[in-house]
Structures are given as C-alpha cells and as structure tokens.
C-alpha cells in the first residue's frame, strides 16, 4: 500500500495506541493534509537523525507504523498542528514513491510472530512488566491510574509491551528497537529490562 508518510523526530508511535504530537515542517503539514484528503491513513516512521530537516529514504528508519489521524487542531495562522493518531499497524518502509510535497511510501503490513499467550513464561513476563510499569507510574508521576488500568488485566504479550513501551520514557533508539521485534515475548523480555 502506499501512504502519506509522516517523518517523527526522536518519536516511534506503537499499534494499539494513541499519540498526540506537534507538526511544524511544512512536508509534515503536507503529509497530514494528505491524509485527511484520502481515507485518513497515515504511515509514521521515525528519523535516524533528528537534525535533519528534509529527510529522505536514507534518513529513516524501515520500521514505522500504519495510523489513522483522529483529529488536527490548526493553530492560529496554520504554521503549528496539534495531531491525535490512533497506531493501527506496523509496517515495513519497502521504498519512497514522492518526495514532495510531502513524502508518499509503499509499506508492506507487518504481523507479529505467534507465541503461546497461555504459557507460565509468557504470564510471569506480563505480570512482571505490569508490576515494573506501575512501579515507573508512581515514580514519575506522569502516568495516570486509567492508564494503568488499560493494561492491568491483558494477557496480550503484543498489547502489553506495545502499550507500555508507548506510554513510559525510553531512549528513542530502544523504543524504535522494541517496534523493530516482531516476537511479542521477546518484547516483553527487552522492555521488562529497559524497565
């Protein structure tokens, strides 16, 4: 499928959550109107390097995520967009196809591997990631008790370190890791440590 693309600075965006973030660069503007123009889908893929300002193929990383833009918020004289994006899927970057105005992808859609969801390992890593994430919810301050509860009663391996790894701080290099890994306990096991 081919998508508007939407490059994110120092940002990897998870399925099955939500993100809200700012747009500036007038190709990031573009990318949005684009998707807003069409079916709403959008492909969000993080830069290898933030301080680029018109990335290209090269600049980005090749896993990204397939979302859909819930809604914009224009700011006064258009220059700022407040953007809220539901995460759908993830998605491998297979080439660009325009550059500008804004940069259009081909993606290929991404699934996870099958697991045992069931099995005593798989358990004990989610309930040991939900004890680490309520741990770092009450340290930080900046995760609210609903949000905690989203995730408390999941047996999902692929729900749980997804949404988790969305809503904690980590390195944008170990969160684009953990998007990379298509192996849901493997997932688990990674964020369980960076936790």
Partial sequence: MTLPT????GVSVFPATVLHFDVERPMSIAALNAAIGTDRMIF???QCDI?????GVKDLYEVG???RVSQILRGPGGGNIKCIVD????ARLLRLTAETPCLWANVKVLSDEAVDADSAECAALIRVCNDLFAEYASVS?????EVLLKVAD???????SDFIAQNVYLQPGDKQTLLEDLHPIRRLSALNTLL
């Fill in 141 to 145: 301050g900046s995760v609210s008790p």
């Fill in 44 to 46: 969000l893929v993080a």
């Fill in 51 to 55: 301080a680029v300002d018109a990335p």
């Fill in 154 to 160: 999941r047996r999902d391996p692929g729900f749980v």
């Fill in 6 to 9: 939407l490059a994110l600075r």
């Fill in 87 to 90: 995460g759908l899927y993830r």
């Fill in 65 to 67: 995520t397939v979302c």
